[in-house]
């Protein structure tokens, strides 16, 4: 019994066995099919060695040892042309890990590569496909890496099913027709360190789920709707993007200041020129060690012209149109420029005084200022600018200063007491604005206007106080018999009140019920 059990066992190994190599063989006969037909929509030279019938022979191929599966298919730079079998061809390469055609002449649509779960690498960069389906990314679980550069698609959108992608590495899509907005999904590709995007027609706003990712290089530069697109009105979402060696922004519209690098301490090339950003460039940015390679040239940054260290290749054109600093070299700007941009930075650094304050001295045709001879600030008229913020307290350094005209805008907060020590101020309008609080008390040669904000003179809160990992500060956490005090007593409400409603019921029930068993007794008694 024990051999024949025995030689029960070694013929069932030996039919499985068997049936595994068939289907094994048959895998590779499709292989063999898919690459033959590979190389029929190609039409390679003779020199490139694809005349055997066996694809695993043939050069820039690769193929398993067990099992003769084509594992590697790399024919860049060969100067072929023609087309790619459709997707029920390629398909059939399902243990296929590195995909190169880069730099031919391939032309057509891309087959859909859905299920080609083994693949690692795809490389199909300058090239001249016309168009990538919508499923190009599904069921690629295992891609590394994904090259499509300079290919003259039909305008196509970052497909959501990237974030399956789980993998990625990098992302190289520059120059392919990309429209739309970025999508927000970064967070869910955590090994992503490399991001190109450049010379598309993206739109929109940098995603947040750009904070914390990993990403080392990000290129967005040369969006092709320049002025029209709204992408940037922001880029405060950098700061938070500390594994950042390379960021190239250039050509993108920006707009705004900048915000902090003092977290990016591994950031070596930034490239922001030809945008329109705003505002004095941050020291925090002029003190990164990290920094090698600095690009300025063509904004509308303020201040004085910044000095970074001897080690940093900086590209700053300080020509009369390039950016607006107050001088044309190193130096302090003038003290009353200081001021001023003080009292914008509330503001936001708005493009509109950006664009027009250039130079070291106020007093020359300044939008919203006016001066005496002397060169003293006297008026400053913000009138109708469309701004939003809060008014400065620096406004109180400007002495000489004798009427300022905040009116029409959407300025928040109270008005400073720094207003009420000025010496000179007769007139002080901020009407039709969103101010509140208390007035501060100016002498009463001052003629103030308010009108037109509902909540001057009263007390408002803040929206709550900023949120710190210690809690919030001066302040006690409720109880929770403080926090359902609210809902308990409404419920108490709704009980008193269907008790009383209860009652009355009963009461009129009562009361019609003793009505008509006293007109019963008088009917009897009649009878009687």
């Known amino acids: 019994i024990f051999f024949t059990m025995k030689n029960h066992k070694s013929h069932i190994a030996t039919y499985l066995s068997c049936f595994l190599s068939i289907i094994l063989y048959a895998h590779s006969q499709d292989d063999a099919s898919a690459m033959l037909s590979l190389r029929d929509s190609l039409n390679p030279p003779e ?23 084509i594992i590697r298919i790399q024919i860049g730079h060969l100067g ?26 391939i032309l057509g649509h891309l087959p859909s590569l ?6 690692q690498v795809l490389i199909l960069s300058n090239n001249q496909f016309s168009s990538i389906p919508n499923d190009f990314f599904i069921g690629l679980s295992e891609l590394q890496s994904v ?40 967070s869910s590709l955590p090994t992503l360190t490399h991001l190109h995007l450049a010379f598309n027609n993206l739109e929109g706003v940098l995603p947040l789920s750009f904070s914390g990712s990993q990403i ?52 070596q090339d930034l490239n922001l020129r030809d945008n ?3 505002s004095p460039v941050p020291g925090s940015l002029l003190g990164l060690k990290s920094l090698n390679v600095m690009n300025l040239t063509n904004n509308l940054f303020q201040g004085a012209v910044p000095e970074f260290g001897s080690g940093v290749e900086v590209d700053l054109d300080l020509g009369d149109d390039s950016n607006s600093f107050c001088l044309s070299r ?11 941009l003080s009292v914008v930075r509330v503001l936001g650094y708005p493009r509109r005084f950006a664009e027009n304050w250039k130079g070291n001295s106020p007093c020359a045709d300044w ?83 308010t009108n037109g904000n509902k909540d001057i003179g009263k007390d408002k809160p803040n929206p709550g106080p900023r949120s710190s990992p210690l809690g919030p500060l001066n302040s006690r956490a409720p109880n929770r018999s403080e926090e359902n005090g609210g809902k308990r007593s409404s419920h108490v409400g709704v009980i008193v009140l269907a008790v009383i409603g209860g009652v009355v019921l009963v009461l009129v029930i009562s009361f019609l019920v003793c009505c008509l068993f006293r007109m019963k007794q008088k009917r009897l008694s009649k009878v009687q």
């Open 147 to 186: 090259e499509i550069d300079n290919n003259p698609f039909k305008p196509w959108k970052i497909p959501d099913n990237f974030v399956n992608c789980s993998s990625l590495q990098k992302i190289s899509t520059n120059s392919t027709n990309i429209v739309g907005t970025l999508p927000d999904f970064f």
């Open 47 to 69: 020199s490139l060695g694809w005349s055997d019938p066996d694809p695993c022979k043939w050069k820039h191929v690769a193929c398993s040892e067990e099992v003769k599966r």
């Open 330 to 340: 190193g130096g302090k700007c003038d003290p009353r420029v200081e001021i001023l």
């Open 367 to 449: 939008i919203g200022v006016t001066c005496s001879g002397g060169g003293d600030i006297t008026v400053v008229n913000f009138k109708k600018m469309g701004l939003e913020g809060t008014i400065a307290p620096e406004f109180g350094l400007l002495k000489s200063l004798q009427r300022l005209v905040l009116a029409d805008n959407n300025l928040t907060g109270s008005i400073p007491e720094e207003l009420a020590s000025l010496p000179g101020l007769v007139e002080l309008n901020v009407a039709n604005n969103r101010l509140y609080g208390k007035i501060p008390s100016f002498k009463s040669n001052v003629v103030l206007t």
């Open 80 to 105: 072929l042309q023609g087309t790619l079998p459709n997707a029920t061809v390629i398909q059939t390469l399902t243990q296929l890990e590195r995909l190169e055609l880069q730099f031919n002449n």
């Open 276 to 278: 329109a950003f705003t």
């Open 114 to 119: 859905n299920g080609l779960s083994s693949l």
């Open 216 to 267: 080392e290089t990000l290129w967005l530069n040369g969006q092709k709707g320049g002025e029209s697109n709204n992408l940037g009105s922001n880029v405060d979402v950098l700061q938070n993007m500390t594994s950042l060696t390379q960021v190239w922004l250039h050509s993108y519209a920006f707009t705004r200041p900048l915000p902090e690098f003092s977290g990016l301490e591994s950031l």
